[in-house]
């Protein structure tokens, strides 16, 4: 089945740096999704993607559609203490069953 | 606001004895999903309803069972909680099954189910 690479695994930066992670597939993806869990919490939706090329920004948060369809990045700028917890991007593949597909999630933590 | 609200946030039940968890939403969506994550991983989709119909993943152990009684509720029981079914449990909908146009997921905050 169609799967999704996410990298890096895991991050600690300082505050204030940017953050870059993203996630690629050997397949076409329709929609890319990026999401922020926190500790006990459910997966927040921060950004949604829908068209190849399509970039878009949520605060400090920029995400983008790769062209091939198969990619999708997002950065983070000037990080704070708050922007601590797991991202999740996840995506629709062509097969349009309605399943979400995740990668495996970021893990970032930032130092004051 | 409209949302998606689980309840109870934290279940704890004994080995063996049926377990029931609630998920209710106001924004009136076709799909509700539930999840299963465990520590540092990633959601794994157990089933789905597109509104009355219910779909199955093929991996879905036959101990977890779901409900659907009208729009707004879906209910996940779990027959005979064994160790391994200690997770956190994720409601989710969205308008349409996704996929399609510009529809997406909306996540519950989920219930920590944990199995003495």
């Known amino acids: 089945g169609q799967q999704l690479n996410q990298s890096p695994q895991s991050m600690f930066i300082q505050e204030g740096e940017d953050v870059s992670m993203n996630c690629t597939s050997s397949?076409?993806?329709?929609?890319w999704l990026w999401y922020k869990q926190e500790p006990g919490e459910g997966p927040v939706l921060l950004i949604a993607?829908?068209?190849?090329?399509e970039l878009t920004s949520n605060g400090r948060l920029t995400a983008q559609f790769g062209i091939t369809r198969k990619d999708s990045f997002l950065n983070i700028s000037a990080s704070i203490p708050s922007d601590v917890g797991i991202y999740f991007c996840?995506?629709?593949?062509?097969?349009?069953?309605?399943?979400?597909?995740f990668g495996q999630g970021t893990t970032l933590q930032v130092k004051p | 606001d409209a949302m998606v609200i689980q309840n109870p946030r934290y279940q704890v039940t004994q080995f063996g004895k049926p377990v029931t968890l609630s998920c209710s939403q106001t924004?009136?969506?076709?799909?509700m999903y539930w999840y299963q994550q465990k520590s540092s991983q990633a959601p794994k989709l157990l089933f789905h309803?597109?509104?009355?119909?219910?779909?199955n993943e093929a991996d879905t152990p036959d101990n977890f069972q779901s409900r659907r009684p009208n729009t707004s509720f879906c209910f996940l029981d779990i027959r005979s909680p064994g160790l391994g079914d200690a997770a956190m449990y994720l409601c989710?909908?969205?308008?349409?099954?996704?996929?399609?146009?510009?529809?997406?997921?909306?996540f519950g905050p989920g219930t920590r189910l944990t199995v003495l």
């Open positions: 989710a909908t969205s308008r349409d099954l996704t996929g399609s146009g510009t529809d997406t997921q909306y």
């Open positions: 397949s076409i993806f329709n929609t």
């Open positions: 993607l829908y068209k190849a090329g």
């Open positions: 996840a995506g629709h593949g062509s097969s349009n069953t309605g399943k979400l597909i």
């Open positions: 924004l009136n969506h076709n799909v």
């Open positions: 309803y597109y509104d009355k119909d219910f779909n």
